[in-house]
C-alpha cells in the first residue's frame, strides 16, 4: 500500500492523463472564440479532476483490509534485501473491544491498555475512560481476535494511586506480566499540570494483584521518574512496557527531555527498583519519525528483542530490533504501519503479541472527539529472521 504522499503523487499523474494540455485549452479556433464556452471548458476539466480524485480516493479505502511494505531497493545493505519477506498486515477484527463492553462506566474510549498471554488465553487489561482518568477494564479471549467482558469492572481505578495528584490529565495502564511467583505486575502511566512548576509531567508507576481481577495494591510512589541528571528523560517518562528474561525483568520507555522524545532502558530483578542506562538506545533518525519517539512497546523473539514504536505522532510505527535490548536497527521498510490499515482515521494508544511467526496488534482506533475502539490487526512478520538478517549477521 501507498502513503500518503506516494497516492497523492498517483492522483497527479492521473490528473495529468486525464486532462487536456495547456496547448488545447488555449489553441485558438477558427472563429472568434466565445468567452463563456472557455469557461465552461475550465469547469469540466475541474469536474473531471474531482471525478479521479473520488475514484482513486475510494480504491485506495477498499485496499486497507491488507497491506504490503516491501523492503525498500536501493537499500546498502545486501544481505538486507535478500532475506527480508515484504510485510503484509490484515485487519481481523474491526470492533473488537469497544466502550459498549463495559457499559458500567458510561466510557467513551477504550484502548487495548496491557496484554498478555496466559496458558493460551489472552488478557487484556483495557484503558476504558472518557475524562481521562483511565479505569482499567478487562477483557478474555482464546484466540487474540474475538473478545468477551471479563469480571468485576472496573477491576482498577488508576487515579487511586497514593502519588497520584489531585488533577490528573491522563492515566493509562501500558503493560503487564506475571512474574515467577505469579503475580501480575500492571504498569501505567499518569500525566497532569505541575502548577507550581508551571509545566506538565508523566511518571510511572505500578500496581500488583494475584489475578486479573484484583483486588490490586499500588506503589506508594512513581517507579520511575524525570531524572533532571540526564537532560534525556529530565521533563517525563511515559509509555513503559515490561517483559520477563532469564535475566530479570527489561523496561523501554519513552523519555523526554528538550530535543523530543527518545527510547531509554532499564533493567529490574522484582519491578519495584529499576536500574536505567545512562544514556537513551534508541533515538528519531528518519524523516517519517520527525525528530522524536513518542510510544514505543517491547516484545520478545528468539535471537532478541524488538521495538514497536510511533515517531512524533501516533499515526505511523515502524519496527526496530536488537539481540541485547541495547544496540537497535531499525527495520528498512519502516514506517510498517500507518491509517491506512485501520477503518477509522486517528490510531493512538498500541499493545503488541508475538505469535509465531506473526504479530498481533491492538490499536486504538478512532476519532479525537468521537468513540474509540480496539482493532486488531494481524502483523505477518518473522522477527526471528529480522533479527538475524539485521543484526545477526
Known amino acids: 500500500m501507498r502513503d500518503i504522499p506516494d497516492q497523492l503523487a498517483a492522483y497527479s499523474e492521473l490528473l495529468d492523463?486525464?486532462?487536456?494540455?495547456?496547448?488545447e485549452l488555449t489553441?485558438?479556433?477558427?472563429?472568434?472564440?466565445?468567452?463563456?464556452?472557455?469557461?465552461?471548458?475550465?469547469?469540466?476539466?475541474?469536474?473531471?479532476?474531482?471525478?479521479?480524485?473520488?475514484?482513486?480516493?475510494?480504491?485506495?479505502?477498499?485496499?486497507?483490509?491488507?497491506?504490503?511494505?516491501?523492503?525498500?531497493?536501493?537499500?546498502?545493505?545486501?544481505?538486507?534485501?535478500?532475506?527480508?519477506?515484504?510485510?503484509?498486515?490484515?485487519?481481523?477484527?474491526?470492533?473488537?473491544?469497544?466502550?459498549?463492553?463495559?457499559?458500567?462506566?458510561?466510557?467513551?474510549?477504550?484502548?487495548?491498555?496491557a496484554v498478555t498471554v496466559v496458558d493460551g488465553m489472552y488478557h487484556m487489561l483495557s484503558a476504558a475512560y472518557g475524562d481521562g482518568v483511565a479505569k482499567v477494564a478487562y477483557a478474555v479471549s482464546d484466540d487474540g481476535v474475538v473478545w468477551s467482558q471479563g469480571f468485576n469492572q472496573p477491576v482498577l481505578d488508576l487515579g487511586e494511586a497514593p502519588w497520584a495528584p489531585l488533577e490528573i490529565d491522563h492515566a493509562s495502564p501500558r503493560s503487564v506480566i506475571i512474574d515467577s511467583a505469579g503475580v501480575w505486575q500492571l504498569y501505567f502511566q499518569m500525566s497532569w499540570y505541575d502548577r507550581e512548576a508551571d509545566k506538565s509531567r508523566t511518571n510511572i508507576g505500578r500496581a500488583v494483584a494475584g489475578a486479573p481481577g484484583g483486588p490490586w495494591t499500588f506503589d506508594v510512589e512513581p517507579i520511575l521518574r524525570p531524572d533532571p541528571d540526564k537532560p534525556w528523560m529530565g521533563n517525563q517518562v511515559s509509555s513503559p512496557s515490561v517483559v520477563a528474561t532469564d535475566d530479570g525483568l527489561v523496561m523501554v520507555f519513552v523519555g523526554g527531555g528538550k530535543d523530543g522524545g527518545v527510547v531509554g532502558l532499564a533493567q529490574s530483578s522484582d519491578g519495584s527498583i529499576w536500574d536505567v542506562r545512562p544514556g537513551p538506545v534508541l533515538a528519531a533518525s528518519a524523516g517519517w519519525e520527525r525528530d522524536s519517539i513518542s510510544r514505543v512497546d517491547l516484545v520478545t523473539a528468539p535471537g532478541g528483542f524488538a521495538v514497536f514504536y510511533t515517531g512524533d505522532t501516533s499515526s505511523r510505527r515502524g519496527l526496530a530490533v536488537s539481540t541485547d535490548g541495547l544496540e537497535w536497527v531499525p527495520h528498512p521498510g519502516n514506517p510498517l504501519m500507518t491509517t491506512v490499515d485501520v477503518p477509522r482515521a486517528s490510531v493512538f494508544d498500541s499493545e503488541f503479541v508475538v505469535t509465531g511467526s506473526s504479530v498481533l496488534a491492538f490499536i486504538e482506533n478512532g476519532g479525537v472527539r468521537s468513540d474509540r475502539e480496539v482493532v486488531v490487526l494481524r502483523i505477518n512478520v518473522d522477527l526471528e529472521r529480522a533479527i538475524d538478517a539485521l543484526v545477526g549477521g
Open 27 to 113: 489553441r485558438t479556433p477558427p472563429r472568434t472564440p466565445n468567452p463563456r464556452m472557455r469557461l465552461s471548458a475550465a469547469w469540466a476539466v475541474a469536474a473531471t479532476a474531482v471525478v479521479v480524485l473520488v475514484v482513486v480516493g475510494g480504491l485506495a479505502a477498499l485496499s486497507r483490509r491488507s497491506t504490503t511494505t516491501v523492503p525498500p531497493s536501493d537499500t546498502s545493505s545486501t544481505a538486507t534485501t535478500t532475506t527480508l519477506a515484504p510485510v503484509t498486515i490484515d485487519l481481523v477484527n474491526p470492533q473488537a473491544v469497544s466502550p459498549a463492553m463495559f457499559p458500567e462506566g458510561g466510557h467513551a474510549f477504550a484502548g487495548p491498555g
Open 17 to 23: 492523463q486525464a486532462a487536456p494540455s495547456l496547448e
